[in-house]
């Protein structure tokens, strides 16, 4: 009576072991089925009922430790019959509202009672019957006292629509703390854009930039992102309600040919759904291509956090900034001294988990059967809800980076000093070609001078940057020491056009907010 799940009959006289359901109880009758075993080692007058040890529950890391809770509901086995049984009712009411005969009271009946979720006892009627769908109804017409639920429906009339609105409503949260974080790094590119650092290609100092700067060059490609994740979501389609083959076939059926009250009857679901858009022509499953296009959005958009997490862990290493570190934050249980970039290390490790989801959806695009089967079945309930757990869990770990990183900028002048004259190199090299020098010669006698400077500071033979002394002694470049002076602190602050990048960065993202208010004003949740 309190464990609807599978239970065991031992005999003692060794006659075998069956597993049966209790499926329930009436009066003092209890109503057993066996899944196991033979009805002999049931019926044993010396038999003993006792529990089969259940499965060691395993937890998803990725939904238990990362994901938010609004996030997890969604995804949550009873958030989804709850789902499920809400589109039965509004299918019924829709059913009704054309002529469908369905009898006074019906719909009360299971309205009373569509809250009343009872997994394992749902779990031993899928155990019977190995189908989750026809377990289900059965749970919820037995609870209701009627049979009135999926009339003229399949199986993935049910199935696809729901899975797609818990999509849905997770492209919702997902795009909403995209803006979040586009509106904090908005915030931190214009607190930073006349801080000038060295900036790196090849993971080598190249030319001056501002950290302002670094900050939009990211925040633009998750503003790319979130351009392509709008845009699914603006044609994002619902299956609807096809029937087995996707003829409408049954509904049509169910109302003497009437075409007319069928496609009404999907319009009201649809709308019940409140996805905008609905497919015309599919078979038994929506095309699976529609779900890559879901994964590889994800990571798309994720994309610039995860590249500004590796860049911020590079500058960590250096300290010229911090992730931040709590406090009572251990960095390293053997090193007391540590404070890594484990959250921006954290966020690297999402983004490699989204692209080996990309890679199992994508053996699922372009792999439909006919009308459709359920080989995908496995793969979707794994790849669907996990990736947007690694991709929520991205966004809350980034968001609190970004509320809680810093720069040195003490650390980012000392590297600019060190760094500078190999900065302005370029700026040298044209003017030495303005005055009529061969390109290649100054090039040649620049990077002669260069490399030189920088391998004795590697040595330690110079403490101090001496390239423009040396230049000024060569006479191939002819420029002298007063001029090279003057070309260096007329540019040593120079940054090209990124105070005006920054701005047009900060414009692109007030758009958004503008757009998506209840983003821009998102904070999240503590992280572990």
């Keep these: 009576e309190q464990h609807p799940v599978p239970w065991g009959v031992h005999n003692h006289d060794g006659s075998g072991l069956a597993v049966v359901c209790v499926l329930q109880k009436r009066d003092d009758r209890v109503q057993i089925r066996v899944t196991a075993g033979t009805a002999a ?42 789902a499920e049984r809400r589109l039965w009712i509004a299918v019924m009411k829709a059913q009704k509202d054309l002529g469908l005969d369905i009898p006074d009271g019906v719909i009360e009946a299971y309205e ?22 026809k377990a289900r109804i059965e749970e919820f017409c037995e609870l209701a006292g009627c049979e009135h639920i999926h009339k003229g429906m399949t199986s993935r009339d049910l199935t696809e629509n729901v899975e797609q609105l818990q999509i849905w409503k997770s492209m919702q949260i997902i795009r909403d703390k995209a ?40 925040g633009e490609d998750i503003v790319h992102g979130l351009g392509s994740w709008i845009s699914l979501m603006d044609r994002y389609s619902v299956r609807g309600l096809k029937g087995a083959v996707g003829t409408q076939l049954d509904q049509l059926s169910l109302f003497g040919q009437d075409a007319g009250r069928v496609l009404e009857l999907e319009d009201r679901v649809c709308a019940h759904l409140g996805i905008p858009s609905k497919w015309m022509n599919v078979g038994q499953v929506y095309p699976r291509s529609l779900d890559f296009s879901v994964v590889s959005g994800l990571v798309e958009l994720t994309s610039g956090c995860s590249s500004f997490a590796k860049t ?27 404070m890594n970039a484990r959250s921006c290390e954290r966020v690297n490790g ?67 000093r060190r760094y500078l004259p190999f900065l302005m190199t370029t700026t040298i090299l044209m003017e030495a070609v303005k005055r009529g020098i061969g390109r290649e010669t100054a090039h040649e006698v620049i990077k002669e001078h260069a490399v030189a400077v920088s391998n004795d500071l590697r040595a330690g033979k110079i403490m101090e ?9 060569d006479g191939r470049l002819g420029i002298d020491r007063a001029d090279l002076q003057t070309i260096f602190d007329s540019n040593s602050s120079a940054t090209g056009m990124a105070d005006a990048q920054v701005e047009a960065f900060r414009s692109m993202v007030q758009e958004l907010t503008d757009r998506f208010p209840n983003g821009a004003g998102y904070q999240p949740g503590d992280i572990l």
């Design 41 to 82: 080692a049931v019926a044993a007058p010396c038999g003993i009922l006792e529990h089969v040890a259940d499965k060691k529950k395993i937890s998803n890391v990725l939904a238990d430790r990362y994901a938010s809770p609004e996030l997890t509901r969604i995804w949550s086995p009873e958030d989804k019959i709850l």
């Design 112 to 133: 009373r009672v569509k809250d009343q979720v009872n997994l394992p006892a749902i779990d031993a009627r899928e155990r019977v019957t190995r189908h989750d769908v």
């Design 179 to 218: 803006v979040a974080v586009l509106n904090r790094m908005s915030a931190l590119a214009g607190q930073w854009k006349h801080v000038t650092i060295a900036g790196r290609t090849h993971n080598v100092a190249a030319q001056t930039t501002t950290m302002g700067k670094r900050v939009a060059m990211f």
């Design 312 to 338: 911020l862990r590079l500058m960590a290493g250096h300290e010229l900034a911090t992730e931040g570190f709590a406090k009572g934050q251990t960095g390293s249980s053997a090193m007391p001294h540590k």
């Design 350 to 416: 999402f983004h490699v988990i989204l692209k080996g989801f990309l890679m199992m959806i994508s053996g699922l695009a372009g792999d439909q059967w006919n009308e459709g089967d359920v080989s995908c079945s496995v793969v979707r309930r794994v790849v669907m809800p996990d990736s947007f757990y690694a991709a929520d869990g991205l966004f809350e770990t980034f968001l609190t980076v970004l509320n809680q990183m810093g720069v040195y900028e003490a650390v980012v002048a000392a590297e600019l």
């Design 465 to 473: 940057n001496n390239l423009l002394d040396r230049l000024a002694e």
